[in-house]
């Protein structure tokens, strides 16, 4: 046979494999409002750009009849392909074959793939669309799953880690996007639980649709298990785009630094940030000012909004923000805005992201509900995740810096390598209230007027105590700055900690409070 020949063979096989799971099923995912594994690829990646491996891998079950079954590259899609121009690895789960149930070989298309993102040290993306581990391959396909789950855990902190969900995500499944970095979903497609509804209903009598259970919004607000939210598969693929901008290839590497042409911008603090310590703003707004083009991609927009983390660009260098929130339970640290702030810190540092801190906040929230949750635990991480951070970090004290929530939220102490206040910032143990309340009780009680007196000490304390000044007397601040200067400073911080090389005591690793 010809070579001309024996590559009209090769298409026509190609083709017929690329079908997938057929024109029934491929109606079937229409209907449900999905694009198939190929069109998500494709969407995805930059044109052109996919390659594809292990088209023709077959199943190796037998049971149930499996042997007689066809399944198309046995109901996964792994390759490797570029975004923005950089090499990423892929694999989609094709739901229209078998319901992308993972088996065996199918879990080693997945290892293999894997493997490849490891050695090649480029990011890897995981498009989840199935029902979970192949019923008829039992044993063998948790086994997948187990590879799947060590591998997440051995590249965490090598490469970067996107998984989408893109279909149902359920059982065990749901541990591997849990263990990488950054999980994105789109409202009324992804569907992530541990036990369906029929399980649910079957062992608890309740009825509950697959959408309240873990649909994307589920996961966007409540859980916090989901990191981006999008209305159609094609915002996501936008999303998944522009977050890679920000990530290095790497944790050898740095984040590109891209010439933007806006070396200066003046903007006005005192619009958004009103002196009075108990009025509310939107930090977002402070962040906006300071970033090349007032453009701010946030990480987690609608679970613990107390927090605010995300990535920007100042003066072309990535850098991650953590903000407190003062406009919702203003800004407090309590058990899921520490996890959300902790987890961003550690990722920022694991792939040489510089990390500002803003901070905004009367301390950690007070109530049984918080210490019954562990917010002790909850909030050690988030003294963990600064104090181990090796990258620069930069704070800025906008306003209120009360007691704990001073010390945690990248303070000098923890290791802050610039720390900047504006002349509005309230560095104290606690608020001036509080504080007068238990001081100056004895004096407040013996008053003639207790209330008079109350508000005498509140100013005196607030006179003596809640200024930047007596920190920057010590030197736990290093300069207070103008409000209008502050886009400057932190490109200056930047531009002089570009090399800051520091190294840990040598151990095996530490223990964070997980
Ligand atoms: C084998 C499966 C399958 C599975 C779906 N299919 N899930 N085949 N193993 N786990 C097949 C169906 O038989 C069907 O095949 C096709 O995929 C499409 O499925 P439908 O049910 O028709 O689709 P839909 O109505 O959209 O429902 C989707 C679904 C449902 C909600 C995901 O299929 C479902 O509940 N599947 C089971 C989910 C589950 O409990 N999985 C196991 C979890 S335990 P045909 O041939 O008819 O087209 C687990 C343990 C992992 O994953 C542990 C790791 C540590």
């Given amino acids: 046979m010809s070579i001309k020949k024996k590559t009209k063979e090769l298409l026509k096989l190609r083709e017929k494999m690329q079908e997938g799971g057929g024109e029934k099923a491929i109606e079937k995912q229409k209907k449900m409002g999905k694009?198939?594994?190929?069109?998500?690829?494709?969407?995805?990646?930059?044109?052109?750009?996919?390659?594809?491996?292990?088209l023709f891998v077959e199943h190796e079950a037998r049971d149930f009849d499996m042997d007689?079954?066809?399944?198309?590259?046995?109901?996964?899609?792994?390759?490797?392909?570029?975004?923005?121009?950089?090499?990423?690895?892929?694999?989609?789960?094709?739901?229209?074959?078998?319901?992308?149930?993972?088996?065996?070989?199918?879990?080693?298309?997945?290892?293999?793939?894997?493997?490849?993102?490891?050695?090649?040290?480029?990011?890897?993306?995981?498009?989840?669309?199935s029902g979970g581990a192949r019923i008829q391959e039992g044993v063998n396909s948790l086994a997948g799953y187990g590879e799947i789950f060590w591998r997440n855990t051995l590249v965490s902190g090598v490469i970067p880690q996107i998984s989408v969900i893109l279909g149902p995500c359920a059982g065990g499944a749901v541990y591997s996007p849990a263990l990488t970095d950054f999980v994105f979903v789109v409202?009324?497609?992804?569907?992530?639980?541990?036990?369906?509804?029929?399980?649910?209903?079957?062992?608890?009598?309740?009825?509950i649709s697959m959408e309240d259970l873990g649909g994307a919004k589920v996961h966007s607000e409540i859980t916090g298990n989901a990191h981006f939210y999008a209305?159609?598969?094609?915002?996501?693929?936008v999303q998944i785009r522009s977050l890679l901008e920000y990530l290095p290839l790497n944790y050898?590497?740095?984040?590109?630094?891209?010439?933007?042409?806006?070396?200066?911008?003046?903007?006005?603090?005192?619009?958004?940030?009103?002196?009075?310590?108990?009025?509310?703003?939107?930090?977002?707004?402070?962040?906006?000012?300071?970033?090349?083009?007032?453009?701010?991609?946030?990480?987690?927009?609608?679970?613990?909004?107390?927090?605010?983390?995300?990535?920007?660009?100042?003066?072309?260098?990535?850098?991650?923000?953590?903000?407190?929130?003062?406009m919702y339970?203003?800004?407090?640290?309590?058990?899921?805005?520490?996890?959300?702030?902790?987890?961003?810190?550690?990722?920022?540092?694991?792939?040489?992201?510089?990390?500002?801190?803003?901070?905004?906040?009367?301390?950690?929230?007070?109530?049984?509900?918080?210490?019954?949750?562990?917010?002790?635990?909850?909030?050690?991480?988030?003294?963990?995740?600064?104090?181990?951070?090796?990258?620069?970090?930069i704070t800025v004290i906008l306003r209120k810096a009360y007691g704990g929530g001073y010390i945690a939220m990248g303070s000098r102490h923890l290791r802050a390598d610039f720390v900047y206040a504006w002349p509005t910032a309230e560095i104290a143990v606690m608020g001036p209230q509080g504080a007068?309340?238990?001081?100056?009780?004895?004096?407040i009680a013996e008053a003639e007027d207790p209330e008079a007196m109350r508000e005498q000490k509140v100013e005196e304390y607030r006179?003596?105590?809640?200024?930047?000044?007596?920190?920057?007397?010590?030197?736990?601040?290093?300069?207070?700055?103008?409000?209008?200067?502050?886009?400057?400073?932190?490109?200056?911080?930047?531009?002089?900690?570009?090399?800051?090389?520091?190294r840990h005591m040598d151990k095996k690793h530490g223990i964070p409070p997980f």
């Fill in 68 to 129: 007689k079954k066809i399944l198309p590259g046995d109901g996964v899609i792994t390759g490797t392909g570029t975004i923005n121009g950089k090499p990423i690895c892929i694999y989609a789960q094709d739901f229209t074959v078998a319901g992308g149930s993972l088996g065996y070989m199918h879990a080693r298309k997945i290892t293999k793939i894997m493997d490849h993102a490891m050695r090649m040290r480029i990011p890897m993306i995981g498009i989840n669309d």
């Fill in 252 to 326: 050898q590497k740095r984040p590109d630094i891209i010439d933007v042409k806006e070396p200066y911008k003046k903007y006005s603090p005192e619009k958004i940030v009103p002196v009075d310590s108990s009025k509310p703003y939107d930090v977002r707004e402070v962040i906006k000012g300071v970033v090349d083009h007032s453009k701010f991609l946030e990480v987690q927009e609608m679970w613990a909004q107390n927090m605010v983390i995300g990535f920007g660009r100042i003066d072309g260098r990535s850098v991650g923000f953590i903000a407190n929130q003062p």
């Fill in 329 to 393: 339970l203003a800004g407090v640290l309590d058990v899921d805005s520490s996890d959300k702030a902790a987890r961003f810190i550690r990722f920022c540092d694991a792939f040489n992201i510089p990390i500002i801190t803003m901070v905004d906040l009367p301390g950690y929230l007070p109530g049984v509900d918080q210490e019954h949750a562990g917010v002790i635990r909850h909030g050690a991480k988030v003294l963990y995740a600064y104090s181990e951070a090796t990258v620069p970090k």
């Fill in 231 to 237: 209305e159609s598969e094609l915002e996501c693929f």
């Fill in 463 to 502: 006179k003596r105590f809640a200024n930047p000044y007596v920190a920057a007397g010590k030197g736990y601040v290093d300069a207070v700055i103008e409000p209008e200067e502050t886009r400057h400073v932190l490109m200056h911080a930047l531009e002089v900690s570009k090399d800051k090389a520091i």
């Fill in 35 to 54: 694009l198939t594994a190929r069109e998500r690829i494709e969407s995805l990646l930059d044109e052109g750009s996919f390659q594809e491996y292990d």
């Fill in 436 to 443: 007068a309340n238990i001081i100056f009780r004895k004096e």
């Fill in 187 to 207: 409202d009324n497609v992804s569907k992530m639980f541990i036990t369906g509804p029929e399980v649910i209903k079957t062992v608890l009598g309740e009825e």
